[in-house]
């Protein structure tokens, strides 16, 4: 005689892996446009406030840099 185990819950439809995929691709871009900021502030907070004015940024326009108030 078989037997089944029928207290399992079911998976919803939301949560299977197809449409766990959907999110990642964009989770990726995020992670990635948020290290090349990164990168970006800290190479600029290396430059001396003369090589800053050069690109026409002061110190105060380094945090701004990958932000969405951004003007870069």
Request: proline share 4%; aromatic share 6%; no cysteine.
């Amino acid at each position: 005689m078989a037997a089944f185990d029928t207290n399992r819950a079911r998976i919803p439809a939301a949560v299977t892996p197809g449409r766990i995929g959907f999110g990642f691709p964009s989770l990726l871009g995020t992670l990635a446009a948020w290290n090349d900021a990164r990168v970006t502030r800290k190479a600029l907070s290396r430059l001396s406030d003369r090589e800053l004015d050069d690109i026409g940024l002061n110190r105060g326009d380094i945090d701004d840099v990958g932000t969405t108030r951004s003007r870069f």
